[in-house]
């Protein structure tokens, strides 16, 4: 796949993504907030996410979350 198929699939995973959000704001909210900014609110938590390093950052193995059900007798 070339550049540019990923770039369309992301303006469709994009579209997807602002319809998702649409469907579930509230009916004020729909009318607050136009597609643009939706579309702006998507690039600024993916730049966020691709500037931080945090989606190429590795599990702490030894950090792990104990689940809720585990009993501490």
């Not at 998507?42 to 104990?66: F, H, N, R, T, W």
Request: hydrophobic fraction near 35%; proline fraction near 4%; charge should be negative.
């Amino acid at each position: 796949m070339g550049l540019e198929d990923d770039f369309l699939l992301e303006d469709a995973d994009d579209e997807k993504t602002v319809e998702f959000i649409k469907n579930y704001l509230p009916q004020e909210l729909k009318e607050k907030f136009e597609d643009d900014e939706l579309y702006y609110f998507l690039d600024l938590i993916d730049e966020y996410y691709s500037e931080s390093g945090i989606l190429d950052a590795q599990p702490d193995k030894s950090k792990l979350a104990v689940p809720l059900f585990y009993s501490f007798k």
